[in-house]
Nanobody
């Protein structure tokens, strides 16, 4: 099982980025996937997750209305569209797979990608 996150970069406040998480070794048809982030000196923070079945989603309160998680099962890829970015969104963003097939929201995450850096700065 592998998760490859990409799409990070430097963006100005108010800008947008779309992160991708390419999954291999398993199919999104059976497992929920989530996004997390970790800023320097802070604990890892859950951002959002999407189910394996009907595409249901959850978001952390501070991301609601600005971030959108989606999936493309044909490409076995999860996306995180981030709009209206703020300096406090600066962090390394990770995608992770739920540990149990069909569990949503995932009680535990079993596999993690390597992370992609997002920097919001003018």
């Amino acid at each position: 099982v592998q998760l490859q996150a990409s799409g990070g970069g430097l963006v100005q406040p108010g800008g947008s980025l779309r992160l991708s998480c390419a999954a291999s070794g398993f199919t999104l048809d059976y497992y929920a996937v989530g996004w997390f982030r970790q800023a320097p000196g802070k604990e890892r923070e859950w951002v959002s997750c999407i189910s394996s079945s009907d595409g249901s989603t959850y978001y952390a309160d501070s991301m609601k209305g600005r971030f959108t998680i989606s999936r493309d099962n044909a490409k076995n890829t999860i996306y995180l569209q981030m709009n209206s970015l703020k300096p406090e969104d600066t962090a390394v963003y990770y995608c992770a797979r739920g540990a149990t097939p069909g569990d949503f929201p995932p009680y535990r995450y079993a596999y993690w990608g390597q992370g992609t850096q997002v920097t919001v700065s003018s």
